[in-house]
């Protein structure tokens, strides 16, 4: 049984995907998506979710797999992770973690405990107080519920706000409770991580993310987002955050020319990235950032000797 399990991390369009499938094609894996928005089947080109080829070609898992309303949370998506990491693992497959939403990593590497679903009733009652109130309101709320997430929590995010209420009043437990739940059931880990964080240089960075989105339009990314619309997904729901979601509906409804909707989307994609950059320097442990260009060649290296990593 292999004990290794390898995270390509890094911002948005600095090639992680395309770098696990180079992998996977010299060494039996696993690739796992760790990208919060390529969970859901619904907006497959506009979150440059791997095309149906690729997903079928190497074996891929977490990509599509949920259908909005349907939604995904950190507790959701480590609990899936690491089922099929610990079963690449009992296979002697390597298990390839990729993706760039450090939130979920940040999860797996500190391995955050599942959460329950929310009973239907209370996210219900939840949502029309939150309608009918406002966030500060539920945010005073919170400070009451549970103070110290609250002081992490911003007085506008109202998704973390409304999620951490959902969790109190559903399970009788503080989010912060089940976050620390996995150090009252102390266990071996099993699992231990190679984190590699792919760099670009900021320029190259920047020209692939403006290309690529160029080839979402060319892809059909209107009449894509035109099927989501029709569909009428929840405000709240996560899938709502997608980058170039909320300017491509303005274009739909006449707001704005596709040209204009592309540099708006290109812009806070680079805005996206950056934040991503300033992430992945900060928060994983032990971590080793590579050169797209070098990447391969070093994780290839390091995986027959893992040490060289630590020379790198």
């Not at 990491?85 to 940040?106: C, E, F, R, T």
């Not at 150090?183 to 071996?188: Q, V, W």
Request: aromatic fraction near 8%; proline fraction near 4%.
């Amino acid at each position: 049984m292999t004990e290794n399990a390898l995270i390509i991390a890094g911002p948005t369009a600095s090639g992680k995907t395309d770098l696990a499938f180079e992998i996977a094609k010299l060494i039996p894996s696993v690739i796992i998506n760790a990208d919060s928005m390529q969970v859901y089947s619904n907006l497959s080109i506009l979150t440059n979710m791997p095309s149906n080829e690729e997903l079928d070609f190497f074996s891929c898992k977490l990509f599509g797999v949920l259908n909005a309303p349907d939604s995904s949370n950190l507790g959701w998506w480590v609990e899936k992770a690491k089922k099929e990491i610990l079963d690449a693992q009992s296979k002697n497959i390597l298990p390839i973690i990729v993706g760039g939403s450090g939130m979920y990593l940040n999860g797996l590497e500190n391995e955050i405990s599942y959460i329950p679903k929310i009973k239907p009733k209370v996210r219900h009652k939840i949502k029309l107080i939150h309608e009918l109130k406002g966030t500060l309101y539920l945010y005073k709320k919170l400070k009451k519920l549970d103070p110290k997430l609250a002081e992490r929590i911003n007085s506008n995010d109202s998704q973390r706000i409304i999620r951490s209420i959902e969790v109190k009043v559903s399970t009788g437990k503080k989010l912060s409770d089940w976050h620390n739940i996995q150090n009252k059931k102390k266990i071996k880990k099993s699992i231990k991580y190679i984190y590699v964080v792919i760099e670009r240089e900021r320029k190259i960075l920047y020209e692939s993310i403006n290309s690529r989105f160029k080839t979402m339009v060319d892809k059909g990314v209107v009449d894509e987002v035109k099927k989501f619309l029709g569909r009428e997904i929840p405000t709240l729901h996560p899938i709502n955050k997608t980058i170039g979601l909320r300017h491509l509906k303005n274009h739909i409804n006449g707001l704005m020319k596709i040209d204009d909707a592309i540099i708006l989307s290109q812009k806070d994609s680079r805005n996206y990235a950056k934040r991503q950059i300033t992430w992945f320097k900060n928060q994983p442990r032990d971590s080793i950032s590579i050169q797209r260009e070098e990447a391969k060649e070093v994780i290839l290296k390091g995986l027959k000797k893992k040490n060289q990593f630590d020379k790198y």
